[in-house]
């Protein structure tokens, strides 16, 4: 069973710190990794995507990968309460059949 | 036009009845999905087409039955639900799998109660 681990929060960060969300992966054939993020009610709208280990940086965003940990991450560096949102980690092959994890609930206080 | 279109967005149905979800998308884009989205659950993917062909159904219950008459359309029919599929379903799509990035851009979902 291909699945993806996330820890379902909330996590709960002040105004302008930095938020640190984490998701391990067990299918080692995974190429590509992505980042929603999805606000209550809305539907899941893309923040990064990531295929190469290290790391890839998009203006308050950075993502994470380490494929020998099977590990991706996302930072948001200067966090704003308009964060607020459930954040979905998946990975999936070529074909686009993504896997999601269950979403991690960020709570931005201001 | 926003991207992918999905209607209705919100839909009651009682268990005997037959209803339809309907989603449109238009970027281009010759690959259209059916997730849902349960409460404290992983999105689940339905339904794959690539092409207009069903390439993955995920043994979903025969009671949800997909139609992707062309590249730009996607319906799910629905009938003989149980509560227990109350759900948000999303409609997805994406650029020639295998080639793009995999990236799925979804519509804003169909938030359906079976009562």
């Known amino acids: 069973q291909k699945e993806v681990e996330q820890n379902s929060g909330p996590l709960s960060v002040p105004e302008g710190a930095i938020a640190s969300l984490n998701c391990t992966y067990s299918d080692r054939g995974s190429q590509s990794f992505f980042w929603y993020r999805q606000y209550s009610g809305k539907s899941p709208e893309l923040i990064m995507f990531?295929?190469?280990?290290g790391d890839k940086e998009d203006g308050r965003f950075t993502a994470q990968l380490n494929k020998a940990s099977q590990y991706v991450s996302l930072l948001i560096r200067d966090s704003q309460p308009s964060d607020s949102a459930t954040y979905l980690c998946a990975g999936g092959g070529s074909q686009g059949n993504l896997i999601f994890g269950k979403g991690t609930k960020l709570s931005v206080k201001p | 036009e926003t991207g992918v279109t999905q209607t209705p967005r919100h839909l009651v149905m009682g268990m005997t009845n037959k209803k339809s979800l309907k989603c449109e998308q238009h970027l281009g884009h010759n690959a259209m999905y059916w997730y849902k989205q349960s409460a404290k659950k992983p999105l689940e993917l339905m339904f794959v087409?690539?092409?207009?062909?069903?390439?993955e159904n995920n043994s979903v219950p025969s009671r949800f039955s997909p139609e992707c008459p062309n590249s730009s359309h996607l319906f799910l029919h629905l009938h003989t639900l149980q509560p227990e599929d109350s759900a948000l379903y999303l409609c997805?799509?994406?650029?020639?799998?295998?080639?793009?990035?995999?990236?799925?851009?979804f519509g804003e979902g169909s938030r359906l109660t079976v009562l």
């Open positions: 087409y690539s092409l207009e062909e069903r390439v």
């Open positions: 990531i295929y190469s280990n």
């Open positions: 997805a799509s994406s650029q020639n799998p295998g080639h793009g990035t995999g990236e799925l851009f």
